[in-house]
T-cell receptor, first 113, second 115 residues
Framework: AQSVTQPDIHITVSEGASLELRCNYSYGATPYLFWYVQSPGQGLQLLLKYFSGDTLVQGIKGFEAEFKRSQSSFNLRKPSVHWSDAAEYFCAVAPYNTDKLIFGTGTRLQVFP | DSGVTQTPKHLITATGQRVTLRCSPRSGDLSVYWYQQSLDQGLQFLIQYYNGEERAKGNILERFSAQQFPDLHSELNLSSLELGDSALYFC??????????????FGPGTRLTVT
């Protein structure tokens, strides 16, 4: 069955530090890959997406993600975290030939000043 | 603001009752998706409609149903409510050109509390 794993439930970083959130997917072919962010009491906002081509994708708010086929991973990175980045981050896949999104369990990011 | 609106924002009701959640997609979007977010199940896809027709079904209970109207707004009907149905229900919409390549824009959600 298709699945998405975010192994880190909770991550704490200091403001200005770099960030990497992990995401692994289980699927026979390369799905479409997404990262969404959910701020408290808010809906989900798309940070970036990967469909094909360049495996390093740039998103909004200074985020980027790298697709590694050999590792079935799509990790999210940011070189310098801001306090406003504190939120919950979801990795999602859309398997080939479907529109539905399968979400990981999310990683809650806490940022200390 | 994603352009997707959901009403109501909050809903408190009793077990056994029926409620209707409403979603208006972004202007021009033909696809509407419903998701449920709960503490124990996480974010789960429920159902998708495309231009008035059901396109895909996920983990949607038989007590739940949805429809998309000619003006493209959608309603999710939840009946015989149980405590475990308490959750945040999101609606999302995607671009008409090709929803397969389009990103999904999420509404702010409706928080349902069943007491």
């Amino acid at each position: 069955a298709q699945s998405v794993t975010q192994p880190d439930i909770h991550i704490t970083v200091s403001e200005g530090a770099s960030l990497e959130l992990r995401c692994n997917y289980s699927y026979g072919a390369t799905p479409y890959l997404f990262w969404y962010v959910q701020s408290p009491g808010q809906g989900l906002q798309l940070l970036l997406k990967y469909f094909s081509g360049d495996t390093l994708v740039q998103g909004i708010k200074g985020f980027e993600a790298e697709f590694k086929r050999s590792q079935s991973s799509f990790n999210l990175r940011k070189p310098s975290v801001h306090w406003s980045d504190a939120a919950e981050y979801f990795c999602a896949v859309a398997p080939y030939n479907t529109d539905k999104l399968i979400f990981g369990t999310g990683t809650r990011l806490q940022v200390f000043p | 603001d994603s352009g997707v609106t959901q009403t109501p924002k909050h809903l408190i009701t009793a077990t056994g009752q029926r409620v209707t959640l409403r979603c208006s997609p972004r202007s021009g979007d033909l696809s509407v998706y419903w998701y449920q977010q709960s503490l124990d199940q996480g974010l789960q896809f429920l159902i998708q409609y495309y231009n008035g027709e059901e396109r895909a079904k996920g983990n949607i209970l038989e007590r739940f149903s949805a429809q998309q109207f000619p003006d493209l707004h959608s309603e999710l009907n939840l009946s015989s409510l149980e405590l475990g149905d308490s959750a945040l229900y999101f609606c999302a919409s995607s671009a008409p050109r090709d929803s397969r390549l389009g990103e999904q824009y999420f509404g702010p959600g409706t928080r349902l509390t069943v007491t």
